[in-house]
């Protein structure tokens, strides 16, 4: 099965599919803890409680300013 980010999930579908969403906690969100995934969109990454991308060497560039 496919899974996507946040962002990519946006990008794809025009909305959030929650693929990688709740795999971590806010609470390890807030100690800057994430789940390393692989996203379809972004290739292999890591993500926070919500689903979304934080890696700034995403493919897709999710975690540039």
């Given at each position: 099965?496919?899974?996507?980010?946040?962002?990519?999930?946006h990008d794809m579908f025009g909305q959030d599919t929650g693929d990688l969403a709740n795999i971590s906690k806010v609470e390890d969100t807030n100690k800057g803890l994430y789940a390393l995934v692989i996203c379809e969109g972004c290739g292999l990454i890591q993500v926070d409680h919500t689903g979304s991308c934080v890696s700034e060497d995403c493919y897709a560039n999710h975690g540039k300013s």
């Open positions: 099965m496919a899974d996507f980010c946040r962002q990519c999930s």
